[in-house]
T-cell receptor
């Protein structure tokens, strides 16, 4: 079974803190994605990576950065957390070709106070 | 550009009745289409996909979807709903003619399916 794991299910941080969300996949997928999910807005893509050290901005990259030093690991970084970044964060991975479905992690519910 | 619409925020159906969750799409070329399900406090799980060939696609948990090119639709269906099917359903599309962005699917906003006992 493909597994995508995320470092935390629930996280509570304070405004201004630096926050790291980690995602690991075990299927040798080239593509990895970070989304945020908010009620009524669906999934919005934050960043995407198709290879080690490669990254592309998604629809809402402001306030976020990413790191992909190893193929299996994709980290999302909130440099200075703000209350409007309170959300559910979902990581996903897939093989390179567009015909392939994505596999999602369980999500991290982040609350910024 | 690619886009997808799920016109219903919520669908209510009685257990044992057939269900349909609607999805329409817009692409420049041919679409790859996907359905995912999300149970409460969980990530999304893949249900089924249309790539090419037979317009009726069968997937997990008894779900199927019908690709209709003339109506640009890919509605999700199940002949007999279960209470355990209650979840959030997402449709996604990739445009096969997009270069660069073809790895990145566009998701609909999701439809909440509620199956009443």
């Amino acid at each position: 079974d493909v597994k995508v794991t995320q470092s935390s299910r629930y996280l509570v941080k304070r405004t201004g803190e630096k926050v790291f969300l980690e995602c690991v996949q075990d299927m040798d997928h080239e593509n990895m994605f970070w989304y945020r999910q908010d009620p009524g807005l669906g999934l919005r893509l934050i960043y995407f990576s198709y290879d080690v050290k490669m990254k592309e901005k998604g629809d809402i990259p402001e306030g976020y950065s990413v790191s992909r030093e190893k193929k299996e690991r994709f980290s999302l970084i909130l440099e200075s957390a703000s209350t409007n970044q309170t959300s559910m964060y979902l990581c996903a991975s897939s093989f390179l070709q567009a015909i392939n479905e994505q596999f999602f992690g369980p999500g991290t519910r982040l609350t910024v106070l | 550009a690619q886009s997808v619409a799920q016109p219903e925020d919520q669908v209510n159906v009685a257990e044992g009745n057939p269900l349909t969750v609607k999805c329409t799409y817009s692409v420049s070329g041919n679409p790859y289409l996907f359905w995912y399900v999300q149970y409460p406090n969980r990530g999304l799980q893949f249900l089924l996909k249309y790539i090419t060939g037979d317009n009726l696609v069968k997937g997990s948990y008894g779900f199927e979807a019908e690709f209709n090119k003339s109506q640009t639709s890919f509605h999700l269906k199940k002949p007999s709903a279960l209470v355990s099917d209650s979840a959030l359903y997402f449709c996604a599309v990739r445009d096969t003619t997009s270069s660069g962005g073809s790895y990145i699917p566009t998701f609909g906003r999701g439809t909440s399916l509620i199956v009443h006992p």
